[in-house]
């Protein structure tokens, strides 16, 4: 079985950063597609960055793109998603999950059920 967990969620202010880690056990990341995702207080989960299985291609929600970067550590077989110049609006529960689908499209890398599985998600929270 395949475990997921994330790791490097915390409080910090606004304009700080975070980087937050996705490791799996019984997968290996590299040829994986991984995804985060992220669900607010009152919200639906919602898309926020992936990452393709060869790594080539690289998705991101409007509202982070040029904030937050995702990204592979072969060597620990883990994946990074480094956040900057956060907002109170991304305020969430964070949720790394992995799938072996080897289609490198933005619909299909969006799309949760491209996913088979994922973390119990890590708590950010952003303060004004």
């Known amino acids: 079985q395949v475990q997921v967990v994330e790791s490097g969620g915390g409080l910090v202010q606004a304009g700080g950063s975070l980087r937050l880690s996705c490791a799996a056990s019984?997968?290996?990341?590299?040829?994986?597609?991984v995804v985060w995702f992220r669900q607010a207080p009152g919200k639906e989960r919602e898309f926020v960055a992936a990452?393709?299985?060869?790594?080539?291609?690289?998705y991101y929600r409007d509202s982070v793109r040029g904030r937050f970067t995702i990204s592979r550590d072969k060597a620990k077989n883990m994946v990074h998603l480094q956040m900057t110049s956060l907002k109170p609006e991304d305020t969430a529960v964070y949720y790394c999950?992995?799938?072996?689908?080897?289609?490198?499209?933005?619909?299909?890398?969006?799309?949760?059920?491209?996913?088979?599985?994922w973390g119990q998600g890590t708590q950010v929270t952003v303060s004004s």
């Open positions: 019984g997968r290996t990341l590299s040829i994986s597609a």
């Open positions: 990452i393709s299985d060869g790594g080539a291609y690289t």
């Open positions: 999950a992995c799938g072996m689908t080897r289609d490198s499209n933005y619909a299909t890398l969006v799309r949760e059920s491209s996913y088979t599985s």
